[in-house]
């Protein structure tokens, strides 16, 4: 029995929900070092008090990388690669001590040029604890195709 689905057994519209995450203090501070973005917003508390958010923010690029953990908890795909985003819009903040989750709703199947792999493209929505979409956009995966 295979544990992973392949372009052919996914129909358009197919939806899964991810498990939860935590943003803590610890992923802001290693984003921060990984990615050399010292942003006052978030890291300095003293600062990020004069800002609209009155407080600091995770970075946007930690929370969307933390969402491409979260599809792994999902039923697994028979992927090749993930091929990129688009139109990927930063909707809200993130706040050390938020829960995120992902939806994926599957909005296009295209074919691939190689008869033995094809393009799903998801809609993914990052979501808090407050169910408010915080982040979204495409993603495009290229998946295997099953052996004929």
């Known amino acids: 029995m295979n544990d992973k689905l392949f372009y052919e057994e996914v129909a358009?519209?197919?939806?899964?929900?991810?498990?939860?995450r935590t943003v803590t203090e610890a992923d802001v501070v290693n984003f921060a070092g990984l990615s050399a973005d010292f942003n006052n917003m978030h890291i300095?508390?003293?600062?990020?008090?004069?800002?609209?958010?009155?407080?600091?923010?995770?970075?946007?690029m930690?929370?969307?990388s933390i969402a491409?953990?979260?599809w792994f908890t999902m039923p697994r795909l028979a992927t090749i690669a993930f091929?990129?985003?688009?139109e990927w819009k930063f909707k809200?903040?993130?706040?050390?001590?938020?829960?995120?989750?992902?939806t994926r709703k599957l909005v296009e199947k295209k074919e691939h040029k190689r008869p033995n792999m094809g393009f799903l493209n998801w809609e993914?929505?990052?979501?808090?604890?407050?169910?408010?979409?915080?982040?979204?956009?495409i993603w495009n995966i290229l998946v295997q195709r099953k052996e004929s």
């Open 124 to 137: 993914v929505n990052v979501i808090n604890q407050d169910d408010k979409v915080v982040q979204t956009g």
């Open 62 to 64: 930690c929370v969307a």
């Open 92 to 102: 809200d903040a993130v706040f050390p001590g938020d829960t995120i989750k992902i």
């Open 83 to 86: 091929m990129g985003l688009s």
């Open 44 to 60: 300095d508390e003293e600062f990020a008090k004069n800002t609209v958010f009155k407080t600091r923010v995770a970075h946007g």
């Open 68 to 70: 491409t953990g979260l």
């Open 12 to 20: 358009d519209g197919t939806e899964h929900v991810s498990s939860g």
